[in-house]
């Protein structure tokens, strides 16, 4: 199912020196970029953009050894082989501009078209306020533990880890996606950033790639007992409402090992595993990395 789509790829195009992508649905995004160093000399770096460039979505880039990579007024880190990663929060806009600049300093700047996503709403009234807001008596409790996994999401490990895919943690029904929000008494909550499959609690539930463990602890107020795995550039799952954790801060996990089991703690209605990505703060959707489950077919 994955990067079915070439597009994008120009290779005789020299004489471009701006690039415009579109992309719906999974795709591989491919182009020179070329760099004019005089009257005729044009130094073409190839950039490859391999992902979904949607809403929720990450692609992973490829550029030449030493190039660097700036985006949204930011450098990306590099990996000394080339490879840099991009993501789009849940309400990314439109376009998105990746600047890539060559060791001479000259830039090439490739526009990405973001894919807008309909997310699913749903309107709760009646609701006692007390279930709404939670009690004052905790708020600093809340406000500590949200920026300890704020520290947590904000490293930025040379580790690629991500470059070998995602597989799925678990097995078991989605009950629950990315993007969807609660307007609660006509109060609009934060929307559901993972996706939600249910199982008994214990089930055992597997790193979906390579790791190093950057958070661990057994309960938080929201999200109870709370795993962050750090897959490197920014890029990290979280698993929340666990029952047990098996690893510890600092260890490195391998693609597939059991690290907690499947629990309702912290502020869940049953028992699910919520399996959330982060590319440092921004929210990304981990259904378009795991691979198609059976429902994606249909
Ligand atoms: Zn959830």
Not at 66 to 94: C, H, I, M
Not at 97 to 105: H, L, R
Not at 224 to 229: A, D, K, S, V
Request: glycine share 12%; aromatic share 6%.
């Amino acid at each position: 199912m994955l990067y079915h789509n070439r597009s994008g790829l120009h290779p005789g195009a020299r004489s471009t020196v701006s690039r415009h992508f579109r992309a719906h649905g999974p795709a591989l995004i491919a182009a020179l970029a070329c760099f004019f160093l005089g009257p005729a000399v044009a130094h073409c770096a190839e950039v490859t953009l391999t992902g979904e460039a949607t809403q929720g979505g990450l692609l992973i880039g490829r550029t030449a050894v030493g190039n660097t990579v700036e985006w949204q007024g930011r450098n990306l880190r590099v990996s000394p082989d080339g490879v840099f990663l991009v993501g789009f929060g849940r309400d990314a806009k439109p376009r998105s501009s990746i600047v890539v600049v060559d060791k001479e300093g000259a830039g090439q700047t490739i526009t990405v078209d973001v894919a807008r996503r309909d997310y699913r709403i749903q309107h709760i009234e009646g609701l006692p306020q007390e279930k709404v807001t939670p009690p004052p008596a905790v708020s600093e409790r809340i406000r500590s533990e949200g920026a300890r996994v704020a520290a947590a999401r904000s490293r930025d490990d040379p580790r690629t880890d991500f470059a070998n895919g995602f597989i799925w943690p678990l097995e078991g029904r989605i009950t629950g996606v990315y993007g969807s929000q609660r307007v609660l008494n006509g109060e609009p909550r934060r929307p559901h950033f993972g996706v939600d499959v249910a199982a008994p609690v214990g089930t055992p539930v597997m790193a979906p790639a390579d790791a190093v463990i950057s958070f661990a602890d057994p309960d938080l107020y929201f999200s109870g007992g709370t795993l962050i795995m750090d897959h490197g550039h920014g890029l990290s799952s979280t698993f929340i409402h666990l029952s047990r954790i098996l690893v510890e801060e600092g260890q490195e996990v391998r693609q597939g090992e059991p690290v907690a089991e499947v629990g309702m703690t912290g502020r869940a209605t049953g028992p699910h595993l919520d399996w959330r990505m982060n590319l440092f703060d921004v929210r990304l959707d981990p259904q378009l990395l795991a691979p198609p489950t059976a429902a994606d077919s249909d």
